[in-house]
């Protein structure tokens, strides 16, 4: 009974994993731009050394690889709010320096004039540095990433000036992971760009992508590894009892 025991607890502890990730996800449903993991799956694996010959481990098989796909559009009509249109990702600068990339378009801008993520992260231009914008102006974002900024104090017809284009990746042909910032990185790799590909890259001025997680769906998933966690409590539970039940035939019968 006490292989039942062991690999039914071996089961709980794998299972966190696929625990932890739902909870990310349904913690992040209402996140701008936030994209699911692929899911957690369990291996079965033989057991090696004395004593374990006849054991099976179960052991939690989960890669972070982004799921890219996209969720609702939410028009907002704020200027410095973006969405990245089909598989497009923005780079931005973490804040350990390197390159990232993200689908968060609610964009800001800081004490210096730099644009910016809500979180902090730097939005990078196409030469890989900031976006400053000067003070006071005001800005307005195109389509294919351009950032323009407009001059209120200027007389008669103020003409927008081009300051930088956003870094825009097709991720399209691309595996990204996510990094312990929830920003995304290429699998594998830090601080590596994206391959260039032939595929215009554009985004969608004054709107934001909501979360790609299906709230229920987490739900039900959530209420799925709780019913398997209580499952294996009780074989355990029932592996304990039925051993007493055993100890107490033997004695009984000695």
Do not use: C, H, W
């Not at 996800?25 to 799956?41: C, H, Y």
């Not at 890259?201 to 299906?214: A, I, K, M, R, Y």
């Amino acid at each position: 009974m006490d292989r039942l025991a062991f690999n039914a607890a071996a089961a709980i502890n794998e299972g966190r994993t696929a625990r932890q990730m739902t909870t990310n996800e349904l913690s992040n449903v209402a996140t701008p731009g936030f994209k699911r993991s692929f899911e957690a799956a369990m291996l079965t694996l033989k057991v090696q050394g004395a004593g374990f010959e006849s054991r099976l481990q179960p052991q939690s098989f989960a890669t972070d690889n982004i799921n890219m796909k996209p969720g609702v559009i939410i028009k907002t009509g704020r200027d410095l709010d973006v969405a990245m249109d089909e598989q497009a990702v923005m780079g931005v600068t973490a804040s350990n320096g390197e390159l990232a990339f993200t689908r968060r378009g609610d964009l800001r801008l800081n004490g210096n004039g730099v644009l910016e993520m809500s979180t902090g992260a730097l939005v990078r231009g196409q030469g890989g540095g900031a976006i400053t914008i000067p003070p006071g102006f005001l800005v307005n974002i195109n389509k294919d990433g351009s950032v323009y900024a407009t001059d209120p104090a200027q007389v008669g017809v103020a003409a927008p000036v081009l300051i930088d284009r956003i870094l825009l990746r097709d991720a399209s042909q691309t595996s990204l992971e996510r990094r312990e910032d929830g920003l995304y990185r290429v699998v594998g790799k830090s601080n590596e760009d994206i391959p260039v590909t032939g595929k215009l890259t554009t985004l969608t001025p004054q709107t934001l992508e909501g979360s790609n997680v299906n709230a229920m769906e987490v739900m039900v998933k959530l209420m799925d590894q709780s019913r398997s966690f209580e499952m294996q409590v009780n074989v355990i539970k029932q592996s304990k009892d039925v051993d007493e039940a055993g100890g107490s035939m033997m004695r009984a019968s000695g």
